[in-house]
């Protein structure tokens, strides 16, 4: 009777250290015009198991809007990583947050997103104040005017250097009004109507 003998073969396959670590990192939100524009950065030495990003309008509910998959980070040098968020939360703050191998969350990064109309601007009222928001490119001080509907000029404002202005509703009464937005030379870059409730 012949006898059997068995023979056990191990395979070893390469596997990738992923360090149970901290991860360290940098992480950043901005408006890219129509989308929000995450990146980060994870330090030389730190590394995980693929990154989730989630965005949530009120620090709480957070779901998942992406993924990178496979090993993230590097033994070697600073890995930079970017994200467009293509549906942003409009007219509201955004907060995001990363997850790093499903154990690490990230600080959270937010932006206010303004979802910009056809003329290329967009008004935030409140009862105490109107916010309206330019979509410009432009780096030099502009020169906001507010009018009434006969074009009596209401109130001016030299020297913005943000792409908002805000006006206090106290000081108008309700109805429309209309704005013009200039460069110091007095060309004219945006134009537009706002109605105070």
Not at 9 to 21: D, E, G, K, L, R
Not at 118 to 139: K, P
């Amino acid at each position: 009777m012949r006898s059997l003998h068995l023979i056990s073969i191990f395979i070893f396959y390469p596997i990738a250290f992923v360090s149970a670590q901290e991860i360290e990192y940098t992480f950043n939100a901005s408006q890219n015009e129509n989308e929000v524009y995450l990146n980060w950065v994870i330090a030389q030495g730190n590394s995980c198991d693929g990154t989730d990003i989630e965005r949530a309008f009120d620090t709480s509910q957070f779901e998942k809007i992406g993924s990178i998959y496979g090993i993230c980070g590097s033994a070697d040098f600073s890995q930079h990583y970017s994200f467009m968020d293509i549906r942003p939360i409009p007219n509201s703050i955004n907060y995001y947050r990363l997850v790093f191998g499903g154990r690490q969350y990230s600080s959270l990064a937010s932006v206010y997103f303004v979802a910009y109309n056809n003329f290329g601007y967009s008004v935030n009222n409140t009862a105490e104040h109107t916010t309206i928001y330019f979509l410009t490119n432009t780096i030099q001080k502009l020169r906001f005017i507010l009018a009434d509907m006969n074009g009596r000029i209401l109130s001016e404002v030299d020297e913005i250097m943000e792409s908002k202005v805000q006006i206090d509703n106290n000081n108008l009464h309700h109805g429309f009004y209309v704005f013009m937005l200039t460069d110091a030379r007095g060309y004219k870059l945006q134009r537009g109507k706002i109605f105070i409730d």
